[in-house]
């Protein structure tokens, strides 16, 4: 409840939960929900998670920065949340990020640096700058504050989409997902929560069928918001109590859900944000009825996005 306050304080958007009426009728759904987090600040749910953390670290940082790691969506959304704090932001990134979400860490005043593919690689580069600079870390997701953020999401979802029978939600980190499904356990524990994933980047899966977190070595897929090595610790805690099951799609029914989502309901949602529609044209609801899609993030590549329309 701490971070509710603090985040709808602070100017943190409280997101529309959009009913899809046309697409519920073409899945023989009875009702279906958006929950449109591409229009929250920054274009994605980060901002809630960085913003509560970086709230809550503030008072005692004296004029020091924060440093992050983040393929682009965290990034953007702690130099935002820093700068909204009067505080320099440093935010590691790989070396092959979307060219716009870098732009917007830069745009928001952060101090960007490169490193690697993957999320290990940035992690361990952001770990050593903070040592250095003796500045605090902003975890992307293995944080329970920056969960405690996320949690708001669900807490939305039950007020403005009450006759939900579920939700599904994009998993990368888990921080995001264990938020949702930690929130709805104690508010609405009858209903299901889906994680879902990209084919190449299914840690997640794999560390829950295992029981143990399971790394992968070089997740590949174009939803660049998903392509995590593993959990983090604390998600995956959360994740295998709470979470109903964790379902996957290929890079290609990402791609079709976000032109879906451009051309029928007017929404600009990147592919990691769109894998839980994805999920549900391809079949991968079970037995929903009324389920509640999060759309995690709408900072698309301009080139990605044209290719799209022009190929479809």
């Known amino acids: 409840m701490e971070a509710h306050l603090a985040f709808s304080a602070q100017g943190g958007l409280r997101t529309p939960t959009l009913s ?3 697409l519920a009728e073409e899945l023989h759904l009875d009702a279906l929900y958006l929950k449109a987090e591409c229009l929250q600040v920054t274009g994605s749910f980060k901002f809630r998670g ?3 953390k970086v709230h809550r670290m503030a008072p005692s940082l004296s004029g020091r920065g924060v440093v992050t790691y983040s393929s682009g969506n965290h990034g953007q959304a702690v130099a935002a949340a820093a700068r909204r704090h009067g505080l320099a932001a440093l935010v590691v990134m790989p070396e092959d990020a979307v060219a716009e979400k870098v732009a917007g860490a830069l745009a928001f005043g952060a101090e960007v640096r490169f490193s690697g593919r993957t999320s290990l690689a940035r992690q361990a580069e952001a770990e050593a700058i903070a040592h250095e600079r ?8 293995d944080d329970p504050w920056v969960i405690a953020g996320q949690a708001t999401i669900g807490l939305e979802i039950v007020e403005d989409a009450p006759d939900t029978d579920g939700v599904l939600v994009p998993i990368g980190g888990g921080g995001m997902a264990s938020g949702i499904a930690l929130a709805l356990s104690r508010l609405r524990p009858e209903w299901r929560v889906f994680g879902v994933e990209p084919e190449g980047a299914d840690d997640a899966r794999r560390s829950l069928a295992a029981g143990s977190l399971v790394s992968l070595e070089h997740p590949d897929t174009i939803c660049d918001g998903l392509r ?3 959990l983090g610790q604390l998600p995956f805690s959360i994740l295998k109590t709470h979470l109903s099951r964790v379902v996957t799609v290929t890079d290609d029914q990402a791609g079709r859900a976000v032109l879906r989502l451009f051309r029928d309901q007017h929404l600009v949602v990147e592919p990691s944000g769109a894998v839980g529609l994805a999920a549900l ?3 991968l609801g079970g037995q929903l009825r009324r389920p509640t899609v999060v759309l995690s993030g709408g900072n698309i590549s301009a080139s990605y996005l044209q290719g799209l329309l022009s190929h479809s």
């Open 228 to 230: 995590t090595s593993r």
């Open 50 to 52: 960085a913003f509560t």
């Open 134 to 141: 003796d500045w605090p870390l902003v975890p992307p997701f």
């Open 281 to 283: 044209i391809a079949g």
């Open 20 to 22: 899809a009426e046309g």
